[in-house]
């Protein structure tokens, strides 16, 4: 039996980075990507949009598995559709909170996911990506950040989309979502035992994307000339 695609996980609460980090390494590696967060984002956004109750697993299960979802390049086309810039809008993310916690939503997602692992190689970013999804991953990444420094990032990040952004509201948003999401009885957010945790606050990207490459390095996922390549 041929031996599966392997893959870097790189998960973390809201704000840490994670996002950023597994583009970069994915880039650097030439592999794919998946950003297992916009999935959420996206049927949270289509939830909305259609009003079904983001409390209801079963409707929203439903409605996930009749979508077509396709990344490209930046856009996120869900049935045609471009949603980059309204999934990234803070309702969304709070709804996606909510619904990712829902087990039949998980499951439903969990497939999207799995079928993401092909050759050359995945960096999948998320919440749970290494303790659930591919836990059979070589490198599990777990990045980190205070909560302050995470809204700061949040705020600059939307701002610099052009959406709206309130600093206060984005540290109550992003405390209550840390509570959510760690506290969840399906799939908490936690490092996996084999986690190498990276605490972003007060490091540069640059300096992330380098401890995160000495550890893909580390374990022989690729040879040094192709991680070093600018």
Same mark, same amino acid.
């Given at each position: 039996m041929a031996m599966p695609a392997p893959v870097v996980t790189v998960d973390g609460p809201s704000g840490s980075g994670k996002g950023t980090l597994a583009r970069l390494i994915a880039q650097r590696l030439g592999w794919r990507l998946l950003d297992s967060g916009a999935l959420y984002r996206i049927v949270a956004a289509v939830a909305l949009a259609r009003r079904i109750d983001t409390a209801n697993g079963g409707d929203l299960a439903a409605m996930a598995q009749q979508l077509t979802i396709e990344f490209r390049d930046e856009a996120v086309l869900v049935d045609g559709e471009d949603l980059s810039r309204r999934i990234r809008e803070e309702a969304v993310g709070e709804a996606a909170s909510v619904v990712a916690a829902l087990p039949e939503v998980r499951a439903a997602v969990l497939r999207l996911q799995t079928d993401m692992r092909q050759l050359p190689g995945l960096v999948a970013d998320?919440? $749970?990506?290494?303790?659930? %999804?591919?836990? $059979?991953?070589?490198?599990?990444?777990?990045?980190?950040a205070g909560l302050e420094a995470r809204a700061e990032r949040r705020y600059k990040q939307l701002i610099d989309k052009g959406l709206p952004a309130n600093l206060p509201a984005l540290?109550?948003?992003?405390?209550? /979502? $840390?509570?959510? $999401? !760690?506290? /969840?009885? %399906?799939?908490?957010? !936690?490092p996996a035992p084999d986690a190498f945790i990276i605490d972003s606050t007060s490091l540069s990207i640059d300096r992330v994307l380098e401890l995160a490459l000495d550890r893909v390095r580390a374990v022989g996922l690729m040879g040094d000339t192709n991680i070093n390549q600018p």
């Open positions: 998320g919440r $749970d990506m290494g303790t659930v %999804v591919f836990p $059979d991953a070589p490198v599990k990444i777990y990045l980190d540290l109550a948003s992003l405390r209550d /979502r $840390d509570e959510r $999401d !760690k506290g /969840r009885v %399906v799939s908490p957010l !936690k």
